[in-house]
């Protein structure tokens, strides 16, 4: 290639790169709005899990009174919350605003089996007929579920 060549050509490419990173982002915006996509899809069912979590642990400190009906319920949406977060962790999945760690991908097997683990335990608590018991199933869920999770696969917050 002649210099010149090899300039146009090196122009054409950096042309190339910057319309693509246009696109790229565009359809970043759209995914994070109404668009959905995978990232929004998981943070919502994430929020959806922490929501149904909060009032099983208010009742385990008794601000709350024990509610049976309400644990089922509760426990139900964990399970369903946490199976639509594991579905929404796609290759590729890794680019934008997210604080999933790159080792999810590399290592999707085992993040995998934590959330299986995770949905067990929130299985567990559909059946915790008693306060006792629904402190065991909900500390369980919370240490070996969730913060075992974030530990390993969740960035910490951006300041
Ligand atoms: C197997 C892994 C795993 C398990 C289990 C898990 N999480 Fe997460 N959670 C993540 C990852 C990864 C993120 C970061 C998602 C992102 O930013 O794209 C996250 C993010 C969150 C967020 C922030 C969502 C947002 O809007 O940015 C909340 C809240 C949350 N999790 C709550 C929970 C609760 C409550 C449980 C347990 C009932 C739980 N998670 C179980 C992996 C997990």
Do not use: Q
């Not at 300039?7 to 246009?22: E, K, P, S």
């Not at 604080?99 to 999810?104: G, V």
């Not at 919370?142 to 696969?153: I, Q, S, T, V």
């Amino acid at each position: 290639m002649t210099g010149m060549k090899k300039r146009l050509a090196v122009a054409a490419f950096a042309t190339g790169m910057v319309a693509m990173a246009g696109m790229v982002m565009a359809s970043g915006m759209m995914k994070g709005g109404a668009e959905g996509g995978p990232i929004a899809e998981r943070k919502m069912a994430m929020k959806e899990a922490k929501k149904n979590f909060k009032p099983l642990v208010g009742m385990v400190k008794g601000e709350m009174a024990f509610d049976a009906a309400a644990v089922k319920a509760h426990a139900k949406a964990l399970m369903a919350a946490l199976e639509k977060a594991k579905a929404n962790f796609p290759e590729g999945s890794d680019k934008g605003e997210t604080r999933a760690k790159p080792e999810i991908w590399l290592m999707k097997d085992e993040f995998n089996a934590l959330f299986d683990k995770a949905i067990t335990l929130a299985g567990k608590i559909e059946g915790a007929d008693t306060k006792e018991k629904l402190a065991k199933a909900v500390m369980a869920l919370g240490n070996d579920g969730c913060k075992a999770c974030h530990k390993e696969y969740r960035l910490p917050k951006k300041m």
